[in-house]
Structures are given as structure tokens and as C-alpha cells.
């Protein structure tokens, strides 16, 4: 019997062994290199950026002004043998930017307000923040005795082809309590409170500047009594970047900063084109202007894409301007600006009507 189960044992084994044998190994199929999967453009961009030294940063533009200000730049300290650690890319539009961004740590791009919306969706966060000193205020000025009645039911004059002064115009009109985001236009006269740029502003006598909350101050109060309500341009990164990697892109705008400003040979904040020419530091923390966070932001701009806006935000607040107040503003604002010439004081009486 033992001889038996034996038998069959060494049987089994000789069988398994013979099995395995004739199994025929797994071939993958071979493929020519023409025919293999070619990586996309985003997938170079991808490697390129692993392939960089960690402590380089890519400044992606999307404007032949803001690359050519950038190159200029980069030239400008490879001159004064000043190590920037940073680059310059360019990329056809702002979409395929937050796209390169979103993909690298490495990557930046440099944006204004009416760009945060589409980079918060595009998931970057701002990491830099460039702190600014105003050159004007946008203000709102009013008869002094102005009633807190008439000041609740005033209209508005402004200029609605300057964007500050529209959305401090907004910005007015939702601390009264309006309806800034209607679904219709209406015009009407009434009460006026103007909103101008403090810049062009002739101080009258009869003037008193309204402040946010129906407070009021005088007419030489605009650095604090204004209705200003930009957000700062920002550096925007990957949400993948480290604070380390942070803390080294602050001390890459800082040296731009401290080497290439108004007293330098080369100027990069001369021309607004990345940033504004007041931008006097580089912070890692945002400052509101007045309060406005990006969420009121938002709110200021309906939540609407590209945060553009519209004449119907104002209600029935918005002044329709006669050829008679252009001509009498024209005046006044000719007479406060003979110092600066015929074009100032042309700008001056549009902006006084």
C-alpha cells in the first residue's frame, strides 16, 4: 500500500513539472516607437519643471508687454550679476497659464483682482501679495449739509468708464442697503453724491467727503475717508507648493524690489504691466483695503466670470448727465487744472460732472 501511494506521489509531481513546462512564457507585444504614446505639451511643461533646480521659479505671462517686461528684467540681473532664480514663460492666454501653474510647483503667475475668481477655480491660492501705496483715493463727495435722509436717497455721478470709480460707486450703494445686482437698468436724477479720483478733485467750500457708514469728514480727508475697494495683484501658485518653497518665492520678489526700482537703471514696476508702480513691499498675507476680503469682492462683482460689471448694478441711483453739467464740470475742472495744461483739465471736467 505505501508503495502504492508513493507511486502515484512522484506521478503527481513528474505531471506538475511537465505542466509548467509546456506553459509558454508571456510576450508583450512589440510596438515600433513611432507608433507608442507621444506625451502632450502639457506633459513636457510637466517634466520640464521636475527637471529644473528647485530653487528656479518660472514667471508665466500671458502678454507680449508682461514678457518682454520680464525678460527685461531677467537681463537686467544677469547684468548686475544679481541671482533672481527666476525665468520667464509665455503662454498663449491666461487659462493655459493657471493650467501650467496648477500642474508645477514651480510655476507662477502674477494677477490682478478681476483674475482671483478664475484662479481660486482653477485651484491656485495667492501666496505673494503686493503691497501698494496709493497715488488717489476714490471718493465721494456731497453738499456739507447733506441730511442723512438725502444722503439715502442721493443718486450718484460718476465716471462709468473707469473701473475704480464704478465699483467705489458699488461699494457706496451696498453699504446704503441697495440692490447691486438687479435684473434690470434704471436711470434717474435726484440728490447728487459725485464719485471722483481724489487726484482731480478741486475742493470746494460747499463740499463735505462722505465715508463708508454715513460718516463724513472734510474734503482733505481722502486717505481715510474714501470708498476704494480693489483687491492687491498677487502671485498665484500650485496648491501643491510648500512653505519653503514660499518663503523663497517672497525673497525672489523682495530682491526685485529692492534692486530694480524707481532708482534703479532698470524700472520693472515703471509701466503696470505685472506690477503697479506703487507697489512699495512684498507680503505673504493679504491687506484689505477698507475691509474688502475676496469674498465681498465677489459679492461687489455679482460672483460674476471675469468679475465684469454692469451700468443695472446702480439701480435707479445713476445721474444721467445733460450737456449742461458736462460743459459746467468741463469749466470748473478747467480752471482747477490751468497748472497741468488743456488735457488735464479736459480730464478733470468729465471726471467733475
Not at 42 to 68: H, P
Not at 80 to 91: D, E, F, G
Not at 97 to 126: F, M, T
Request: charged letters at 20%; hydrophobic letters at 40%; glycine letters at 6%.
Amino acid at each position: 500500500m505505501f508503495v502504492l501511494l508513493l507511486t502515484l506521489f512522484v506521478a503527481a509531481v513528474v505531471a506538475q513539472e511537465q505542466s509548467e513546462q509546456q506553459v509558454p512564457a508571456r510576450v508583450l507585444p512589440y510596438r515600433p516607437w513611432i507608433f507608442r504614446d507621444i506625451p502632450n505639451i502639457e506633459d513636457f511643461e510637466l517634466a520640464e519643471a521636475k527637471n529644473q533646480r528647485s530653487s528656479d521659479f518660472k514667471l508665466c505671462t500671458y502678454t507680449d508687454e508682461s514678457y518682454g517686461q520680464c525678460q527685461a528684467l531677467v537681463e537686467a540681473a544677469t547684468r548686475k550679476s544679481i541671482a533672481l532664480n527666476l525665468q520667464c514663460v509665455q503662454r498663449p492666454d491666461r487659462a493655459t497659464c493657471l493650467k501650467a501653474v496648477r500642474r508645477s510647483r514651480n510655476i507662477i503667475v502674477v494677477l490682478g483682482q478681476r483674475d482671483y475668481k478664475a484662479a481660486r477655480e482653477a485651484g491656485l491660492r495667492p501666496s505673494v501679495f503686493a503691497r501698494e501705496q496709493p497715488d488717489s483715493y476714490y471718493i465721494a463727495v456731497a453738499p456739507s449739509n447733506i441730511s442723512l435722509v438725502e444722503y439715502n436717497e442721493a443718486h450718484l455721478q460718476l465716471n462709468i468708464n473707469d473701473e475704480d470709480a464704478f465699483y467705489a460707486g458699488v461699494t457706496l450703494n451696498a453699504l446704503r442697503q441697495r440692490n447691486i445686482c438687479p435684473t434690470s437698468d434704471s436711470v434717474s436724477n435726484g440728490p447728487v453724491i459725485r464719485i471722483l479720483n481724489s487726484a482731480e478733485y478741486v475742493p470746494a467750500a460747499e463740499d463735505i467727503l462722505i465715508c463708508p457708514f454715513a460718516a463724513v469728514a472734510a474734503t482733505d480727508q481722502a486717505e481715510t475717508c474714501n470708498f476704494d475697494s480693489g483687491l492687491q495683484r498677487a502671485v498665484f501658485t500650485s496648491p501643491a507648493a510648500k512653505r519653503g518653497g514660499l518663503r523663497k518665492l517672497g525673497q525672489v520678489f523682495e530682491r526685485i524690489l529692492k534692486n530694480f526700482n524707481k532708482e534703479s537703471d532698470f524700472n520693472f514696476f515703471e509701466n503696470d504691466s505685472i506690477f503697479k508702480h506703487n507697489t512699495v513691499a512684498f507680503d505673504v498675507t493679504p491687506t484689505y483695503v477698507n475691509g474688502i476680503s475676496e469674498e465681498i469682492f465677489n459679492f461687489l462683482h455679482c460672483d460674476l466670470p471675469d468679475q465684469q460689471g454692469n451700468i443695472s448694478q446702480f439701480g435707479g441711483d445713476l445721474v444721467q448727465v445733460s450737456f449742461k453739467d458736462f460743459w459746467n464740470g468741463f469749466k470748473k475742472g478747467l480752471v482747477g487744472g490751468l497748472k497741468k495744461g488743456l488735457v488735464d483739465g479736459l480730464g478733470n471736467g468729465l471726471d467733475n460732472l
